[in-house]
């Protein structure tokens, strides 16, 4: 069977099942679920085309990330169909990436319908995010990008300050990481992440919808940490003018956001929270 062909595939995974869903409105675009829960968007015929919106936030850290085109070297931790490296191999030609995925059904699944190009410069590897970071050459990494959900949830051990301080071991000097979080009122969660991080990182910045900063809804949060100043202007702008418009919060804001919670060891470390009511559900 041709991955131009519009059909559904579903096939049981490590850690699920899996679902590739056809977009009708572009014939070579598929939309992956697992369980339910959308992971990953690719149109093959335009990689550049980002239709989740956390995905186009992270997409802007990379963007911003080095002189203009030039290539990187990302870890991406987490892999899904794919998106974000199929993104960084057309928009910043010669990178190397390397992509982390536990789940290796599905990564079978994904190179098996939606193949990489040749000449990608994509590697990809079946491991567990926070072992493949601890073995990660030191200073080797311009970003890190996380975006590794189990179901619906951040997995606890990629959430304390062991795992933030191997991150920042693997970075470069002035390197950042991007993390995809999801959380609601009261952010217990989210707040502990930021106090997390800057155990490990002196500048961050949170980028989420309005709605979901003031607590009116359960979603995406993107978290940027570097130990170098971060283009918060320049996010500001892009993210504002996204199809869903985002605000990046950073300094005194986003101290009063932290305010009052505490970094995450490993020994108290738990998932992020269950989405209420299926929120990211699909079919």
């Known amino acids: 069977m041709s ?5 559904p595939v579903i096939r049981d995974v490590d850690h699920g099942t899996a679902k590739l869903m056809p977009d009708v409105d572009r ?40 002189a ?19 993104f960084v191999a ?15 059904k599905l990564l079978e699944l994904v190179a098996e319908r939606l193949p990489l190009p040749a000449g990608s410069g994509i590697a990809v590897r079946r491991a567990d995010a926070r072992t493949a970071l601890e073995a990660a050459p030191e200073a080797s990494a311009d970003v890190i990008v996380a975006d590794v959900f189990g179901g619906a949830r951040v997995p606890a051990h990629l959430t304390s300050v ?29 707040r502990s992440q930021v106090a997390t991080l800057r155990a490990a990182f002196a500048h961050l910045c949170l980028i989420a919808e309005p709605a979901v900063l003031r607590g009116r809804r359960f979603g995406n949060a993107v978290l940027v940490a570097s130990d ?3 283009p918060v202007d320049e996010l500001a702008r892009r993210t504002a003018a996204d199809a869903f418009p985002a605000r990046v919060e950073h300094g005194a804001p986003l101290e009063r956001f932290v305010q009052g919670a505490a970094p995450v060891r490993d020994v108290d470390a738990v998932p992020s929270p269950e989405p209420p009511g299926g929120a990211f559900s699909i079919g």
């Open 3 to 7: 991955v131009d062909e519009p059909i």
């Open 27 to 66: 014939p070579r675009a598929w939309l992956l679920t697992v369980d339910g829960s959308p992971q990953s968007y690719v149109d093959l015929d335009d990689p550049t085309h980002l239709e989740f919106e956390y995905a186009r936030r992270l997409a802007h850290v990379l963007e911003l990330t080095g």
């Open 162 to 190: 062991e795992y933030a301080r191997a991150a920042t071991r693997a970075l470069r000097p002035g390197g950042r990481y991007a993390a995809n979080l999801a959380d609601s009122v009261p952010f217990t969660f989210l």
């Open 90 to 104: 057309a928009v910043r030609p010669g990178s190397r990436q390397e992509v982390i995925e536990a789940d290796g």
């Open 228 to 230: 170098d100043e971060l």
């Open 68 to 86: 203009p085109g030039t290539p990187l070297d990302v870890l991406h931790l987490g892999g899904g169909a794919l998106t974000l490296p199929r």
